[in-house]
């Protein structure tokens, strides 16, 4: 009779165990679940941060350093021909000026929403003058073997002397630009940057 009297405590024991481990095993799910949540988060802030870090550093390398421009047209050929990506170095005219043969990335003074791709022929001081499309600086000749001969132009300038902060310029392919002759002398505050990386096509690739 004790024998059968003990048989229920034990069964209870073991029911006891048996929920015992199941909370125990429930627990450790959780556990493992909150783990895994929270370097889930960590992971998914530490993209956040990486993410505005390189928004933030892509703004200021644009706004101060380098810019990538397309050429639209043909009037700085055969330097450069339409579509051609550029890299503009901005910071160059921060720390520097512009020089006679730079050529500049500019916003229009006609409508300074326009942005156009030039070559500085002349800075301030310097007197410009162009007879029959043969252009000097200082009463020299320009040396432009880069025009070709059937892109030059036949025009009459000057003489005129480059106001003070400003710049003359001009495309290479002369009887097709739309430059200073025209809309006259560029401030330098409205010139963006120095053309100085050609990165496409590759096989034209070009440091200037």
Do not use: C
């Not at 050929?77 to 160059?92: G, M």
């Not at 006609?110 to 007197?127: H, L």
């Not at 940057?193 to 200037?208: E, N």
């Amino acid at each position: 009779m004790p024998l059968a009297a003990a048989e229920p405590l034990a069964g209870a024991a073991d029911e006891a165990r048996v929920e015992g481990d199941m909370r125990l095993a429930i627990d450790d799910r959780a556990t493992v679940f909150m783990r895994r949540l929270n370097l889930w988060k960590d992971e998914t802030v530490a993209w956040f941060k990486t993410l505005a870090s390189a928004a933030v550093y892509a703004t200021l390398i644009v706004t101060f350093g380098f810019q990538v421009a397309r050429v639209e047209g043909l009037s700085m050929a055969p330097t450069l021909e339409d579509q051609d990506r550029l890299i503009v170095n901005k910071f160059a005219y921060r720390i520097g000026e512009p020089r006679r043969g730079d050529i500049v990335m500019l916003y229009y003074p006609v409508d300074p929403d326009k942005s156009f791709v030039k070559r500085v022929i002349a800075e301030e001081g310097d007197q410009v003058r162009i007879v029959d499309g043969r252009v000097f600086v200082n009463d020299v000749p320009m040396q432009d073997d880069f025009v070709l001969p059937e892109y030059r132009s036949h025009d009459d300038f000057g003489p005129s002397v480059i106001p003070e902060g400003y710049y003359f310029v001009m495309g290479d392919h002369r009887n097709n630009s739309s430059d200073s002759r025209h809309w006259g002398f560029v401030p330098k505050k409205y010139i963006i940057g120095k053309v100085q990386i050609r990165w496409w096509p590759i096989p034209t690739a070009h440091v200037f």
